[in-house]
Protein backbone atom coordinates (compact mmCIF):
# COMPACT_ATOMS: atom_id res chain seq x y z
CA UNK A 1 0.00 0.00 0.00
CA UNK A 2 1.19 3.20 -0.81
CA UNK A 3 1.18 5.88 1.67
CA UNK A 4 0.09 8.92 -0.25
CA UNK A 5 -3.72 8.81 0.13
CA UNK A 6 -5.77 9.98 -2.53
CA UNK A 7 -8.20 12.05 -0.63
CA UNK A 8 -5.35 13.97 1.08
CA UNK A 9 -5.46 17.65 0.81
CA UNK A 10 -3.47 18.82 -2.37
CA UNK A 11 -0.50 20.23 -2.07
CA UNK A 12 1.29 17.78 0.33
CA UNK A 13 3.70 19.52 2.58
CA UNK A 14 6.94 17.85 1.22
CA UNK A 15 9.46 16.32 3.76
CA UNK A 16 11.85 17.14 5.21
CA UNK A 17 9.89 20.25 6.93
CA UNK A 18 11.06 23.81 6.51
CA UNK A 19 13.98 24.95 8.35
CA UNK A 20 11.85 27.38 10.84
CA UNK A 21 9.42 25.01 11.16
CA UNK A 22 12.66 22.24 12.65
CA UNK A 23 14.16 25.68 14.44
CA UNK A 24 10.65 25.57 16.18
CA UNK A 25 10.31 22.24 16.78
CA UNK A 26 13.37 21.87 17.84
CA UNK A 27 13.23 24.69 20.75
CA UNK A 28 10.10 23.49 21.84
CA UNK A 29 10.98 19.94 22.21
CA UNK A 30 14.39 20.82 24.21
CA UNK A 31 12.12 22.48 26.81
CA UNK A 32 9.92 20.22 27.30
CA UNK A 33 12.15 17.12 27.09
CA UNK A 34 14.02 18.68 29.93
CA UNK A 35 11.08 19.13 32.19
CA UNK A 36 9.53 15.83 31.49
CA UNK A 37 12.92 14.12 31.60
CA UNK A 38 13.47 15.28 35.43
CA UNK A 39 10.01 14.46 35.69
CA UNK A 40 10.42 10.72 34.54
CA UNK A 41 13.64 10.75 36.81
CA UNK A 42 11.73 11.93 39.67
CA UNK A 43 8.17 9.40 39.41
CA UNK A 44 9.90 6.03 37.93
CA UNK A 45 7.07 3.86 37.17
CA UNK A 46 4.42 4.52 40.06
CA UNK A 47 2.14 7.58 38.84
CA UNK A 48 -0.84 7.27 36.88
CA UNK A 49 -2.02 4.65 35.46
CA UNK A 50 -2.09 2.72 31.75
CA UNK A 51 -4.74 1.53 29.71
CA UNK A 52 -2.45 -0.14 27.67
CA UNK A 53 -0.72 -3.50 28.27
CA UNK A 54 3.21 -2.82 29.30
CA UNK A 55 2.80 0.85 28.51
CA UNK A 56 4.50 2.13 32.19
CA UNK A 57 2.38 4.09 34.97
CA UNK A 58 3.45 7.69 34.92
CA UNK A 59 5.64 8.49 31.95
CA UNK A 60 5.31 11.97 30.54
CA UNK A 61 5.39 12.19 26.99
CA UNK A 62 9.05 11.76 25.23
CA UNK A 63 11.45 9.85 27.15
CA UNK A 64 14.21 10.09 24.28
CA UNK A 65 13.47 13.34 23.99
CA UNK A 66 14.70 16.39 21.64
CA UNK A 67 14.14 16.45 17.52
CA UNK A 68 16.65 13.74 17.73
CA UNK A 69 14.86 11.18 19.85
CA UNK A 70 17.64 9.84 21.15
CA UNK A 71 16.55 7.28 24.03
CA UNK A 72 18.29 5.54 26.72
CA UNK A 73 17.15 2.09 27.69
CA UNK A 74 14.04 2.30 28.94
CA UNK A 75 14.01 1.43 33.15
CA UNK A 76 11.75 -1.21 32.97
CA UNK A 77 14.23 -3.31 30.40
CA UNK A 78 16.90 -2.26 32.94
CA UNK A 79 15.12 -3.24 36.04
CA UNK A 80 13.84 -6.81 33.92
CA UNK A 81 17.72 -7.37 32.83
CA UNK A 82 19.03 -6.75 36.63
CA UNK A 83 15.99 -9.03 37.97
CA UNK A 84 17.17 -11.75 35.24
CA UNK A 85 21.07 -11.50 36.02
CA UNK A 86 20.21 -11.66 39.75
CA UNK A 87 18.27 -14.79 39.20
CA UNK A 88 20.42 -16.90 37.03
CA UNK A 89 22.60 -17.81 39.59
CA UNK A 90 19.67 -19.45 41.14
CA UNK A 91 19.67 -23.30 40.35
CA UNK A 92 16.52 -24.76 40.91
CA UNK A 93 15.88 -28.89 40.39
CA UNK A 94 15.27 -30.06 36.75
CA UNK A 95 12.11 -32.55 36.19
CA UNK A 96 13.74 -35.95 34.24
CA UNK A 97 10.43 -37.02 33.95
CA UNK A 98 8.50 -39.63 35.59
CA UNK A 99 5.70 -42.37 35.30
CA UNK A 100 2.18 -41.11 36.50
CA UNK A 101 1.75 -41.42 40.04
CA UNK A 102 0.86 -45.10 41.43
CA UNK A 103 -2.88 -45.29 42.04
CA UNK A 104 -3.43 -46.68 45.39
CA UNK A 105 -7.21 -47.75 45.69
CA UNK A 106 -9.45 -45.02 48.10
CA UNK A 107 -6.58 -42.79 48.30
CA UNK A 108 -7.71 -39.27 48.20
CA UNK A 109 -4.65 -37.05 46.26
CA UNK A 110 -4.56 -33.32 46.83
CA UNK A 111 -3.10 -30.47 44.70
CA UNK A 112 -3.00 -27.43 45.80
CA UNK A 113 -2.42 -24.46 43.15
CA UNK A 114 -2.27 -21.05 43.06
CA UNK A 115 -2.68 -19.02 39.94
CA UNK A 116 -1.49 -15.64 38.34
CA UNK A 117 1.94 -15.63 40.63
CA UNK A 118 0.70 -12.49 42.78
CA UNK A 119 2.93 -11.53 45.38
CA UNK A 120 1.02 -13.09 48.10
CA UNK A 121 1.65 -16.55 46.19
CA UNK A 122 4.71 -16.24 47.94
CA UNK A 123 3.10 -16.41 51.38
CA UNK A 124 1.05 -19.40 50.77
CA UNK A 125 4.49 -21.22 49.74
CA UNK A 126 5.75 -20.28 52.70
CA UNK A 127 2.70 -21.66 54.74
CA UNK A 128 2.78 -24.97 52.70
CA UNK A 129 6.32 -25.66 53.79
CA UNK A 130 5.60 -24.89 57.10
CA UNK A 131 2.66 -27.61 56.93
CA UNK A 132 5.47 -30.16 54.95
CA UNK A 133 3.43 -29.36 51.89
CA UNK A 134 4.29 -28.77 48.26
CA UNK A 135 2.17 -26.93 45.60
CA UNK A 136 2.07 -26.07 42.14
CA UNK A 137 2.03 -22.11 40.95
CA UNK A 138 0.63 -21.47 37.47
CA UNK A 139 2.61 -17.96 36.70
CA UNK A 140 2.61 -15.78 33.88
CA UNK A 141 6.47 -15.06 32.44
CA UNK A 142 5.02 -11.55 31.89
CA UNK A 143 3.98 -10.49 35.61
CA UNK A 144 7.18 -11.91 36.67
CA UNK A 145 8.98 -8.58 38.63
CA UNK A 146 6.02 -6.35 37.68
CA UNK A 147 4.50 -4.76 40.70
CA UNK A 148 2.63 -6.81 42.98
CA UNK A 149 3.59 -10.00 41.69
CA UNK A 150 5.75 -12.22 42.68
CA UNK A 151 9.67 -11.49 41.52
CA UNK A 152 11.74 -14.18 39.20
CA UNK A 153 13.97 -15.01 42.20
CA UNK A 154 11.14 -16.15 44.47
CA UNK A 155 9.36 -17.92 41.76
CA UNK A 156 13.10 -19.77 41.86
CA UNK A 157 13.48 -20.11 45.38
CA UNK A 158 9.73 -21.59 45.91
CA UNK A 159 11.07 -23.96 42.75
CA UNK A 160 14.24 -24.86 44.62
CA UNK A 161 12.40 -25.47 47.91
CA UNK A 162 10.03 -28.46 46.33
CA UNK A 163 7.33 -26.88 44.70
CA UNK A 164 6.11 -26.81 41.26
CA UNK A 165 6.46 -23.76 38.89
CA UNK A 166 3.93 -23.90 36.21
CA UNK A 167 2.05 -21.60 33.09
CA UNK A 168 -0.37 -19.75 32.88
CA UNK A 169 0.28 -17.46 29.15
CA UNK A 170 2.80 -14.56 28.98
CA UNK A 171 0.04 -11.89 29.94
CA UNK A 172 -3.17 -13.70 31.17
CA UNK A 173 -4.96 -13.45 28.26
CA UNK A 174 -8.22 -14.30 27.33
CA UNK A 175 -7.25 -17.19 25.00
CA UNK A 176 -10.79 -18.14 23.52
CA UNK A 177 -11.15 -14.12 22.18
CA UNK A 178 -7.68 -14.24 20.44
CA UNK A 179 -7.01 -15.70 16.93
CA UNK A 180 -5.70 -19.41 17.22
CA UNK A 181 -2.07 -18.31 16.46
CA UNK A 182 -2.15 -15.63 18.83
CA UNK A 183 -3.40 -17.55 21.19
CA UNK A 184 -0.94 -20.21 20.67
CA UNK A 185 2.23 -17.87 21.04
CA UNK A 186 0.61 -16.68 24.50
CA UNK A 187 0.91 -20.57 25.24
CA UNK A 188 4.34 -21.46 23.81
CA UNK A 189 6.21 -18.30 24.55
CA UNK A 190 5.41 -18.34 28.21
CA UNK A 191 6.65 -22.05 28.61
CA UNK A 192 10.04 -21.23 26.39
CA UNK A 193 10.08 -17.93 29.41
CA UNK A 194 9.81 -20.22 31.92
CA UNK A 195 12.12 -22.90 30.69
CA UNK A 196 14.98 -20.16 29.82
CA UNK A 197 15.19 -19.35 33.28
CA UNK A 198 15.73 -22.92 34.27
CA UNK A 199 12.03 -24.27 35.14
CA UNK A 200 10.17 -27.43 33.94
CA UNK A 201 7.14 -26.47 33.18
CA UNK A 202 4.67 -29.43 32.42
CA UNK A 203 1.88 -28.04 33.39
CA UNK A 204 0.19 -25.46 32.32
CA UNK A 205 -3.69 -23.56 33.71
CA UNK A 206 -6.35 -21.97 31.49
CA UNK A 207 -6.31 -18.07 32.41
CA UNK A 208 -10.11 -17.40 33.17
CA UNK A 209 -10.88 -21.13 33.48
CA UNK A 210 -11.38 -20.36 29.49
CA UNK A 211 -10.41 -23.09 26.77
CA UNK A 212 -11.97 -25.02 23.86
CA UNK A 213 -10.73 -27.75 22.03
CA UNK A 214 -8.23 -25.41 20.05
CA UNK A 215 -6.56 -24.51 23.24
CA UNK A 216 -6.36 -27.74 24.78
CA UNK A 217 -4.47 -29.11 21.31
CA UNK A 218 -2.43 -25.60 21.43
CA UNK A 219 -1.46 -26.52 25.21
CA UNK A 220 -0.18 -30.12 24.21
CA UNK A 221 1.49 -29.06 21.01
CA UNK A 222 3.63 -26.19 23.29
CA UNK A 223 4.73 -29.43 25.67
CA UNK A 224 2.93 -29.32 28.32
CA UNK A 225 1.53 -32.51 29.76
CA UNK A 226 -1.53 -31.30 31.44
CA UNK A 227 -4.21 -28.29 30.93
CA UNK A 228 -6.22 -27.55 34.37
CA UNK A 229 -10.04 -25.94 34.10
CA UNK A 230 -11.78 -25.13 36.50
CA UNK A 231 -15.54 -25.48 37.80
CA UNK A 232 -16.48 -29.11 36.82
CA UNK A 233 -16.05 -30.71 40.51
CA UNK A 234 -18.89 -30.49 42.38
CA UNK A 235 -19.18 -28.35 45.75
CA UNK A 236 -21.85 -26.05 47.44
CA UNK A 237 -21.27 -22.72 44.68
CA UNK A 238 -21.26 -24.76 41.44
CA UNK A 239 -21.82 -28.18 39.47
CA UNK A 240 -24.19 -29.92 41.41
CA UNK A 241 -24.80 -32.47 39.10
CA UNK A 242 -20.75 -33.17 38.54
CA UNK A 243 -17.80 -35.69 40.37
CA UNK A 244 -16.24 -35.09 43.24
CA UNK A 245 -13.03 -35.41 41.99
CA UNK A 246 -11.10 -35.70 39.02
CA UNK A 247 -9.59 -39.55 38.16
CA UNK A 248 -5.64 -39.59 38.58
CA UNK A 249 -5.75 -41.13 34.92
CA UNK A 250 -7.93 -38.13 33.27
CA UNK A 251 -10.18 -38.98 30.64
CA UNK A 252 -8.65 -35.58 29.01
CA UNK A 253 -5.61 -34.34 31.19
CA UNK A 254 -5.71 -30.89 29.37
CA UNK A 255 -9.13 -30.55 30.56
CA UNK A 256 -8.32 -31.10 34.24
CA UNK A 257 -11.08 -31.21 36.44
CA UNK A 258 -11.36 -28.94 39.01
CA UNK A 259 -13.80 -27.39 41.69
CA UNK A 260 -14.77 -23.68 40.76
CA UNK A 261 -11.54 -21.42 42.22
CA UNK A 262 -11.15 -20.81 46.04
CA UNK A 263 -12.79 -17.17 47.01
CA UNK A 264 -13.03 -15.12 49.61
CA UNK A 265 -16.97 -16.40 51.23
CA UNK A 266 -15.09 -19.99 51.11
CA UNK A 267 -14.88 -21.27 54.84
CA UNK A 268 -12.83 -23.98 56.45
CA UNK A 269 -15.47 -26.40 56.07
CA UNK A 270 -16.01 -26.06 52.53
CA UNK A 271 -12.24 -25.90 51.98
CA UNK A 272 -12.43 -29.42 54.11
CA UNK A 273 -15.64 -30.70 52.18
CA UNK A 274 -13.46 -30.33 49.15
CA UNK A 275 -11.25 -32.85 50.14
CA UNK A 276 -13.49 -35.46 51.91
CA UNK A 277 -16.07 -35.13 49.19
CA UNK A 278 -13.67 -37.78 47.56
CA UNK A 279 -15.47 -40.35 49.93
CA UNK A 280 -13.85 -43.55 49.89
CA UNK A 281 -13.60 -44.04 46.35
CA UNK A 282 -10.94 -41.55 46.91
CA UNK A 283 -9.12 -39.30 43.57
CA UNK A 284 -7.86 -36.25 42.60
CA UNK A 285 -8.65 -33.05 44.12
CA UNK A 286 -7.08 -29.74 42.85
CA UNK A 287 -7.29 -26.84 44.54
CA UNK A 288 -6.94 -23.34 42.60
CA UNK A 289 -6.31 -20.11 44.81
CA UNK A 290 -4.84 -16.93 44.00
CA UNK A 291 -3.91 -14.26 46.43
CA UNK A 292 -3.63 -14.14 50.14
CA UNK A 293 -5.07 -11.57 52.74
CA UNK A 294 -3.22 -8.85 53.30
CA UNK A 295 -1.55 -9.14 50.36
CA UNK A 296 -4.00 -9.62 48.20
CA UNK A 297 -7.59 -9.21 49.36
CA UNK A 298 -10.16 -9.22 46.44
CA UNK A 299 -13.29 -11.60 46.13
CA UNK A 300 -10.74 -14.16 44.85
CA UNK A 301 -8.39 -13.84 47.76
CA UNK A 302 -8.70 -15.76 51.38
CA UNK A 303 -7.59 -14.76 54.46
CA UNK A 304 -3.67 -15.88 55.30
CA UNK A 305 -5.43 -17.78 58.87
CA UNK A 306 -8.10 -19.32 56.80
CA UNK A 307 -5.36 -20.80 54.07
CA UNK A 308 -3.04 -21.38 57.12
CA UNK A 309 -5.71 -23.54 59.41
CA UNK A 310 -6.46 -25.74 56.13
CA UNK A 311 -3.06 -26.64 55.37
CA UNK A 312 -2.55 -27.62 59.06
CA UNK A 313 -5.95 -29.65 58.81
CA UNK A 314 -4.81 -30.79 55.83
CA UNK A 315 -1.47 -31.76 56.91
CA UNK A 316 -2.57 -33.65 59.43
CA UNK A 317 -5.01 -36.16 57.60
CA UNK A 318 -2.10 -36.78 55.26
CA UNK A 319 -0.80 -38.78 58.77
CA UNK A 320 -4.10 -39.82 59.98
CA UNK A 321 -6.36 -41.13 56.91
CA UNK A 322 -5.90 -42.05 53.09
CA UNK A 323 -4.79 -39.00 51.90
CA UNK A 324 -1.66 -37.35 50.34
CA UNK A 325 -0.82 -34.10 49.08
CA UNK A 326 1.14 -33.51 45.77
CA UNK A 327 2.01 -31.42 42.65
CA UNK A 328 0.26 -31.44 39.44
CA UNK A 329 3.42 -32.64 37.77
CA UNK A 330 3.93 -35.43 40.47
CA UNK A 331 0.32 -36.76 40.07
CA UNK A 332 0.71 -36.48 35.81
CA UNK A 333 4.16 -37.42 35.29
CA UNK A 334 5.64 -37.61 31.60
CA UNK A 335 8.80 -36.30 29.80
CA UNK A 336 10.33 -33.09 30.36
CA UNK A 337 9.32 -31.91 26.69
CA UNK A 338 11.57 -29.12 24.61
CA UNK A 339 10.09 -26.30 23.76
CA UNK A 340 8.17 -25.35 21.04
CA UNK A 341 8.01 -21.71 19.37
CA UNK A 342 4.62 -20.83 18.97
CA UNK A 343 3.66 -19.78 15.13
CA UNK A 344 5.60 -17.16 13.29
CA UNK A 345 4.76 -13.39 14.26
CA UNK A 346 3.34 -11.30 10.92
CA UNK A 347 6.64 -9.89 9.49
CA UNK A 348 7.16 -6.40 8.68
CA UNK A 349 3.22 -5.55 8.45
CA UNK A 350 1.26 -3.05 10.40
CA UNK A 351 -1.87 -4.33 10.50
CA UNK A 352 -4.90 -2.19 9.48
CA UNK A 353 -2.59 0.77 8.95
CA UNK A 354 -6.00 3.20 7.19
CA UNK A 355 -7.83 1.98 10.34
CA UNK A 356 -10.76 1.30 7.70
CA UNK A 357 -11.39 -2.36 9.58
CA UNK A 358 -13.39 -2.04 12.89
CA UNK A 359 -13.43 -4.70 15.32
CA UNK A 360 -16.43 -5.99 17.33
CA UNK A 361 -15.83 -3.14 19.75
CA UNK A 362 -16.09 -0.03 16.79
CA UNK A 363 -12.48 0.36 17.48
CA UNK A 364 -10.23 -0.10 14.33
CA UNK A 365 -8.84 -3.94 14.29
CA UNK A 366 -5.61 -4.27 15.73
CA UNK A 367 -5.72 -0.99 17.62
CA UNK A 368 -5.98 0.56 21.25
CA UNK A 369 -6.94 3.62 22.82
CA UNK A 370 -4.76 4.61 25.08
CA UNK A 371 -4.72 7.37 27.83
CA UNK A 372 -2.76 7.54 31.21
CA UNK A 373 -1.87 10.54 33.33
CA UNK A 374 -4.47 13.34 34.46
CA UNK A 375 -6.39 14.28 31.68
CA UNK A 376 -10.20 13.39 29.41
CA UNK A 377 -9.19 11.77 26.27
CA UNK A 378 -12.21 11.04 24.12
CA UNK A 379 -12.38 9.09 20.89
CA UNK A 380 -13.77 8.63 17.91
CA UNK A 381 -14.11 7.79 14.22
CA UNK A 382 -14.39 10.63 11.83
CA UNK A 383 -15.07 10.28 7.95
CA UNK A 384 -12.28 11.89 5.77
CA UNK A 385 -12.72 12.89 2.02
CA UNK A 386 -13.60 10.07 0.01
CA UNK A 387 -15.34 8.35 3.32
CA UNK A 388 -12.56 6.82 4.20
CA UNK A 389 -12.22 6.30 8.32
CA UNK A 390 -9.73 8.36 10.27
CA UNK A 391 -9.22 8.18 13.99
CA UNK A 392 -10.01 12.19 16.30
CA UNK A 393 -8.97 12.63 19.30
CA UNK A 394 -10.18 14.99 22.03
CA UNK A 395 -8.06 15.66 25.26
CA UNK A 396 -9.63 18.37 27.63
CA UNK A 397 -8.63 19.37 31.56
CA UNK A 398 -5.44 18.27 30.73
CA UNK A 399 -2.48 17.89 33.68
CA UNK A 400 -0.21 15.71 32.55
CA UNK A 401 0.37 12.22 30.77
CA UNK A 402 -0.98 11.67 26.97
CA UNK A 403 -3.60 10.06 25.17
CA UNK A 404 -2.85 8.33 21.83
CA UNK A 405 -4.35 5.06 19.20
CA UNK A 406 -1.45 2.64 19.45
CA UNK A 407 -1.40 -0.87 17.25
CA UNK A 408 -2.61 -3.58 19.88
CA UNK A 409 1.22 -4.88 22.27
CA UNK A 410 0.58 -8.39 21.56
CA UNK A 411 2.48 -11.32 20.14
CA UNK A 412 2.52 -10.88 17.07
CA UNK A 413 -1.14 -11.08 15.78
CA UNK A 414 -1.10 -6.98 15.30
CA UNK A 415 2.06 -5.67 16.51
CA UNK A 416 4.58 -6.25 13.22
CA UNK A 417 7.99 -7.96 13.91
CA UNK A 418 11.04 -6.26 13.45
CA UNK A 419 14.92 -6.34 13.77
CA UNK A 420 16.79 -5.12 16.68
CA UNK A 421 19.55 -2.81 15.39
CA UNK A 422 17.66 -1.21 12.75
CA UNK A 423 16.32 1.88 12.67
CA UNK A 424 12.97 2.53 11.11
CA UNK A 425 11.51 5.40 9.71
CA UNK A 426 7.73 6.07 11.29
CA UNK A 427 5.05 7.47 9.19
CA UNK A 428 1.36 8.95 9.21
CA UNK A 429 -1.02 11.26 8.08
CA UNK A 430 -2.25 14.14 11.01
CA UNK A 431 -3.78 17.17 11.73
CA UNK A 432 -3.69 18.84 15.20
CA UNK A 433 -4.67 21.77 17.35
CA UNK A 434 -1.95 20.44 20.58
CA UNK A 435 1.47 19.33 21.03
CA UNK A 436 1.97 15.94 19.08
CA UNK A 437 4.47 13.63 19.01
CA UNK A 438 5.43 9.96 17.97
CA UNK A 439 5.81 7.71 21.60
CA UNK A 440 7.40 4.12 20.87
CA UNK A 441 7.38 0.99 22.08
CA UNK A 442 9.18 -2.23 21.71
CA UNK A 443 8.61 -5.91 22.76
CA UNK A 444 11.70 -7.80 24.19
CA UNK A 445 12.66 -11.76 23.64
CA UNK A 446 10.23 -12.98 26.26
CA UNK A 447 6.93 -11.29 25.03
CA UNK A 448 7.42 -7.60 27.86
CA UNK A 449 6.74 -4.69 26.26
CA UNK A 450 8.94 -1.27 26.86
CA UNK A 451 8.08 2.22 26.55
CA UNK A 452 11.35 3.50 24.41
CA UNK A 453 11.67 6.67 22.90
CA UNK A 454 9.51 9.90 21.22
CA UNK A 455 9.94 11.83 18.48
CA UNK A 456 10.11 15.68 19.02
CA UNK A 457 7.30 17.46 18.87
CA UNK A 458 5.52 17.72 15.37
CA UNK A 459 3.76 21.39 13.91
CA UNK A 460 0.27 21.67 14.23
CA UNK A 461 -1.74 22.06 11.50
CA UNK A 462 -5.67 22.49 10.64
CA UNK A 463 -4.96 20.50 7.40
CA UNK A 464 -4.00 16.63 7.42
CA UNK A 465 -0.27 16.35 6.39
CA UNK A 466 2.62 13.84 6.26
CA UNK A 467 4.56 13.33 9.23
CA UNK A 468 7.67 11.24 9.42
CA UNK A 469 10.64 10.44 12.12
CA UNK A 470 13.55 7.77 11.87
CA UNK A 471 14.11 6.19 15.16
CA UNK A 472 18.11 5.45 16.43
CA UNK A 473 18.55 1.45 16.30
CA UNK A 474 16.43 -0.68 17.88
CA UNK A 475 17.90 -2.00 21.17
CA UNK A 476 19.43 -5.48 21.84
CA UNK A 477 16.72 -8.13 22.01
CA UNK A 478 14.18 -6.19 20.26
CA UNK A 479 11.47 -8.22 18.00
CA UNK A 480 8.57 -5.81 17.40
CA UNK A 481 8.05 -2.21 17.82
CA UNK A 482 4.52 -0.23 17.68
CA UNK A 483 3.93 3.43 17.80
CA UNK A 484 1.52 5.95 17.84
CA UNK A 485 1.27 9.54 17.35
CA UNK A 486 0.71 11.04 21.57
CA UNK A 487 -1.34 14.41 22.28
CA UNK A 488 -0.05 16.27 25.10
CA UNK A 489 -2.12 18.75 26.02
CA UNK A 490 -5.98 20.40 25.10
CA UNK A 491 -7.02 20.49 21.07
CA UNK A 492 -7.91 17.81 18.64
CA UNK A 493 -5.77 15.21 17.03
CA UNK A 494 -6.93 13.10 13.67
CA UNK A 495 -5.08 10.43 12.41
CA UNK A 496 -5.09 8.13 9.29
CA UNK A 497 -2.64 6.06 7.04
CA UNK A 498 -0.01 4.87 9.57
CA UNK A 499 3.63 2.85 8.44
CA UNK A 500 7.09 2.44 8.54
CA UNK A 501 9.93 1.88 6.81
CA UNK A 502 13.08 -0.05 7.78
CA UNK A 503 15.40 2.22 6.75
CA UNK A 504 17.90 -0.70 6.39
CA UNK A 505 16.38 -2.41 4.30
CA UNK A 506 14.43 0.50 2.30
CA UNK A 507 11.07 -2.09 3.50
CA UNK A 508 7.43 -0.89 3.34
CA UNK A 509 5.85 -2.17 6.17
CA UNK A 510 2.04 -1.43 6.47
CA UNK A 511 -0.13 -4.19 4.91
CA UNK A 512 -4.14 -3.47 4.95
Not at 14 to 33: E, G, K, Q, S
Not at 90 to 103: F, L, N, W
Not at 218 to 247: H, I, P, T
Amino acid sequence: MDLERVDAPQPKRPLPWATATMLLAFVLALTVWASQAISVAAQGVTGGSATVAGTPAGWKGSWGGGTEGVPVEAPSAVAAKAAREKAAGIKVPVYRGAEPMTQVEGQTVVSITFDDGWAGARRGAEILDAAGLKGTFYVNSGTLDAPGYLSLVQAKEMAKAGHEIGGHTVSHARLSGLPADEAARQICQDRENLAGWGFSPTSFAYPFADTNASMEKAAKDCGYNSARNLGDVQNRFVCGNCGNAESLRPENPYELKAPSQVESDWTLKDLQEAVTAAGPDGGWVILTFHGICPLECKIIDVEESLFAEFTQWLAERTTTDNVVVRTVQQVIGGPNRPTVSGPAAKLNTIANPGLQKLGDSGIPACWNRAAYGSNTAAFSQVKGAGGNIRSKLVVSDYQDGDAKLLPVQDLGECAPAVKAGHSYSLRAWYSATADVQFAVYYRDGTGSWHYWASSGYLPRSSDLIPAAWTTPPLPEGATSLVFGLALLGNGELVTDDYGMYDTNEAQLLAVD
